[in-house]
């Protein structure tokens, strides 16, 4: 549902579990479908990022770019659980950014819009655009990247580099920037990232156990990102506070 400045319906619709659209209405064109897709009227498809989704199958139309280590169906959707579940990227699941980001937001006291929407900016962080090996993209996950002299930076390097991502981002003051911040501050404590050097997707047995942990971090390492959201949140409060 789409709502204008005085809160009237302009556009709205009905979906089926697997995200095809039944029935719609409006007087505005909304394209958005499921996290990370966009209709495409001439195809009926939904760009999903790296692969294109078909909402009357419930599946991608293209295989797996990782492979069984993904899912032994190459073409499945979330692993066929899409009221739970969301691939804005076509690669894999991501609900725990948005959940973690989500929870957070409104136990700070922020109401269910900004909230809502600060999650989906949490896991908009994650677009292809930013999953390059340099330093200034990977230390937007927490990890260690490439520097100029085409070596990795240490530990502290990475560190350091994230850290300034996280607070130069939150100077921005806008929600979009909040979630992006968010988004770092959680993948400090993703066993999967800790620092460690970025060296992309690959098909080999590093990128395995990076989607897994990602896919189930533990209850300690969600309690952390938790706890690191909510310190996100009130150094943006403050921010915001100083600047007016």
Not at 83 to 104: C, E, M, Q, R
Not at 154 to 168: D, P, Q, S
Not at 171 to 189: C, R, S
């Given at each position: 549902?789409?709502?204008?400045?005085?809160?009237?319906?302009?556009?709205?619709?009905?979906?089926?579990?697997?995200?095809?659209?039944?029935?719609?209405?409006?007087?505005?064109?909304?394209?958005?479908r499921f996290p990370g897709q966009y209709?495409?009227?001439?195809?009926?498809?939904?760009?999903?990022?790296?692969?294109?989704?078909?909402?009357?199958?419930?599946?991608?139309?293209?295989?797996?770019?990782?492979?069984q280590w993904g899912d032994v169906n190459?073409?499945?959707?979330?692993?066929?659980?899409?009221?739970?579940?969301?691939?804005?990227?076509?690669?894999?699941?991501?609900?725990?950014?948005?959940?973690?980001?989500?929870?957070?937001?409104?136990?700070?006291?922020?109401?269910?819009?900004?909230?809502?929407?600060?999650?989906?900016?949490?896991?908009?962080?994650?677009?292809?655009?930013?999953?390059?090996?340099?330093?200034?993209?990977?230390?937007?996950?927490?990890?260690?990247?490439?520097?100029?002299?085409?070596?990795?930076?240490?530990?502290?390097?990475?560190?350091?580099?994230?850290?300034?991502?996280?607070?130069?981002?939150?100077?921005?003051?806008?929600?979009?920037?909040?979630?992006?911040?968010?988004?770092?501050?959680?993948?400090?404590?993703?066993?999967?990232?800790?620092?460690?050097?970025?060296?992309?997707?690959?098909?080999?047995?590093?990128?395995?156990?990076?989607?897994?942990?990602?896919?189930?971090?533990?209850?300690?390492?969600?309690?952390?990102?938790?706890?690191?959201?909510?310190?996100?949140?009130?150094?943006?409060?403050?921010?915001?506070?100083?600047?007016?």
């Amino acid at each position: 549902m789409i709502t204008d400045e005085n809160r009237n319906v302009v556009w709205q619709a009905d979906y089926e579990p697997f995200g095809k659209i039944y029935q719609q209405s409006g007087t505005v064109k909304n394209n958005f479908r499921f996290p990370g897709q966009y209709y495409d009227s001439e195809s009926g498809l939904y760009q999903n990022g790296f692969r294109d989704y078909d909402p009357k199958l419930g599946r991608y139309i293209e295989p797996d770019p990782i492979g069984q280590w993904g899912d032994v169906n190459l073409y499945a959707y979330v692993g066929n659980n899409p009221v739970n579940l969301i691939d804005p990227k076509g690669l894999y699941f991501a609900p725990w950014h948005s959940y973690l980001t989500y929870i957070a937001m409104r136990d700070s006291g922020h109401n269910i819009t900004n909230s809502f929407y600060t999650a989906l900016m949490s896991i908009w962080a994650d677009r292809p655009s930013t999953q390059g090996l340099d330093a200034a993209l990977a230390n937007r996950h927490a990890m260690g990247g490439l520097l100029p002299e085409g070596v990795y930076q240490t530990r502290a390097e990475a560190i350091a580099g994230t850290e300034n991502f996280i607070n130069g981002t939150i100077q921005k003051a806008t929600l979009m920037n909040l979630g992006e911040a968010m988004h770092a501050g959680q993948d400090k404590y993703a066993c999967g990232h800790n620092y460690s050097e970025w060296r992309g997707f690959h098909f080999n047995r590093e990128t395995y156990e990076h989607l897994k942990n990602d896919f189930f971090p533990s209850s300690t390492e969600r309690w952390k990102s938790y706890v690191e959201s909510l310190i996100i949140i009130n150094k943006y409060k403050v921010n915001i506070k100083n600047t007016k």
